[in-house]
């Protein structure tokens, strides 16, 4: 099994900046990509940034040119820094990591929590 943990959210003024953490376990498991998505109250889960194993990325529009998504592969952590917050920006953000393990040739997908992050205006 492996288990997926983000940390570093909290409440923060807007314009200000928060890094976002998300660790793995699971010695063996090979992580392929890594995500974050957020989710606001009574909206759908909505994906905000990917990086795949060898650092290519994407991001939402909404958050271009605002957010970074990165990650340490010998660690199995990713990483999302994330400036010029604003209120659309409060969230539960969420880590997504899929990959597989040396036996089998199944891709796993992990869920973390989710960690809040709130943007006052």
């Known amino acids: 099994q492996v288990q997926v943990v983000e940390s570093g959210g909290g409440l923060v003024q807007a314009g200000g900046s928060l890094r976002l953490s998300c660790a793995t376990s699971?010695?063996?498991?090979?992580?392929?990509?890594m995500r974050w998505y957020r989710q606001a109250p009574g909206k759908q889960r909505e994906l905000v940034a990917t990086i795949t194993a060898h650092g290519e990325t994407t991001y939402a529009d909404s958050v271009k040119g605002r957010f970074t998504i990165s990650r340490d592969n010998a660690k199995k952590e990713a990483y999302l820094q994330m400036n010029s917050l604003n209120f659309e920006d409060t969230a539960v953000y969420y880590c997504?990591?899929?990959?597989?393990?040396?036996?089998?040739?199944?891709?796993?997908?992990?869920w973390g929590q989710g960690t809040q992050v709130t943007v006052s205006s």
């Open positions: 997504n990591a899929d990959g597989y393990f040396p036996y089998d040739e199944i891709v796993y997908d992990y």
């Open positions: 699971g010695r063996s498991f090979i992580i392929r990509m």
